[in-house]
């Protein structure tokens, strides 16, 4: 069950992106940016793993105490946009995981999940919904992959690998994971050019959020999209990195 305000204003015929942002206040921003954000897109897929010894992992998912990297699946039963499909979050290098209120829309709430069992992120989501979006929110999150100490990541109940090829992080109001071609460079333009468009997302702002040789955040490097594509301002571009968060505000928009 939605609140009534926004079943009114989807009824008044307004797009669900501007009901929702008009209900929502600002969500603050990830302090270090996430890996994978919540929706599928359409973006360039990721190459196949390497040909790594594999094993069986058996873990209760329930029981285990979440870290980086862990990867969920998630749905929310009163979604406004029907549909039985769920989405993909992952929760980030800072231990928080960002979830989309709709399938429909790039509004999302952050909720702490590193330290935590499943049972305590899906109580907090709920809350977090249903304080500022949903009357009733019925969440089904379940952990689809862990990370692995060695690197890599590991299916629930599946097989295993010992390493990935590297890979670049989109989020926010534009999402995506991006392969680094063997032996090539992969520019900022290139993965740009391939998502899709999103009328709220900010390009004169774009972050990308790299980590150091020590482990340590490196502070971003900000570059406007915008004049970088529509300028043609080749010398804005930037070669990305193994392991780069690219964020893509959201544009601010007063909405009802």
């Given at each position: ?70 990867a969920f699946r998630y749905r929310i039963h009163e979604d406004p946009v029907g ?59 379940n952990l689809e992959s862990i990370a692995l100490p060695q690197g890599g990541t ?103």
């Amino acid at each position: 069950m939605i609140r009534p305000r926004l079943k009114s204003c989807l009824a008044a015929g307004a797009s669900l992106g501007i009901c929702i942002l008009g209900l929502a206040q600002t969500p603050a921003p990830p302090a270090v940016a996430p890996s994978n954000p919540p929706a599928t897109t359409n973006a360039a897929p990721v190459a196949a793993t390497t040909n790594a010894p594999v094993s069986t992992l058996q873990i209760d998912p329930e029981a285990r105490e979440l870290r980086p990297r862990d990867a969920f699946r998630y749905r929310i039963h009163e979604d406004p946009v029907g549909g039985s499909d769920s989405l993909r979050t992952t929760i980030t290098d800072s231990g928080e995981a960002i979830f989309n209120v709709s399938r429909g829309d790039a509004t999302y709430v952050t909720v702490k999940a590193a330290g935590r069992r499943l049972a305590e992120v899906r109580a907090d989501l709920k809350q977090r919904l249903e304080s500022e979006y949903y009357v009733v929110a019925t969440i089904d999150l379940n952990l689809e992959s862990i990370a692995l100490p060695q690197g890599g990541t590991a299916e629930i109940g599946g097989v295993t690998t010992q390493s990935t090829v590297p890979t670049v992080v989109v989020f926010d109001a534009m999402q995506g994971e991006f392969a680094i071609p063997d032996g090539q460079p992969l520019m900022l333009s290139t993965i740009m050019l391939k998502l899709p468009s999103n009328q709220f997302a900010n390009r004169k702002k774009v972050e990308i959020q790299r980590v150091g040789p020590d482990g340590k955040a490196l502070p971003p490097i900000k570059v406007n999209v915008d004049d970088l594509l529509l300028n043609n301002n080749r010398s804005a571009d930037v070669e990305l990195k193994a392991g780069d968060r690219i964020r893509v505000p959201r544009r601010v928009i007063f909405g009802l």
